[in-house]
């Protein structure tokens, strides 16, 4: 059974950051693609960042340049830096897992954390 477990949400102003953990224990990250999705209310789940298991990055555009994807190997562990947070990031955000190299619809999915961006 996969786990995953997130953790660094919170309530922020604007401007600030966050660091967002997501601990798979168990899960080779050099077998599998891991990411960070977003939903907030009334809008529909997107993708916001994503490392492949051969250590490719992607960003949504909306992010790029303000958040950053990492992985620790051997912790099992993927982490999202949040930087300059915007009031539109306000939203709860879920970490997956892949079942291959690379995301797709049939991931595996965390909880979720609530990130809250402050005017």
């Known amino acids: 059974q996969v786990r995953l477990v997130e953790s660094g949400g919170g309530l922020v102003q604007a401007g600030g950051s966050l660091r967002l953990s997501c601990a798979a224990p168990?899960?080779?990250?050099?077998?599998?693609?891991m990411g960070w999705s977003r939903q907030a209310p009334g809008k529909q789940r997107e993708l916001v960042a994503s490392?492949?298991?051969?250590?490719?990055?992607a960003y949504e555009s909306s992010v790029e340049g303000r958040f950053t994807i990492s992985r620790d190997i051997a912790k099992n562990t993927v982490y999202l830096q949040m930087n300059s947070l915007k009031p539109d990031d306000t939203a709860v955000y879920y970490c997956?897992?892949?079942?291959?190299?690379?995301?797709?619809?049939?991931?595996?999915w965390g909880q979720g954390t609530q990130v809250t961006v402050s005017s």
């Open positions: 997956r897992r892949g079942r291959r190299g690379y995301l797709m619809s049939d991931d595996y």
């Open positions: 168990g899960s080779d990250l050099n077998a599998y693609a």
């Open positions: 490392i492949m298991n051969s250590g490719a990055i």
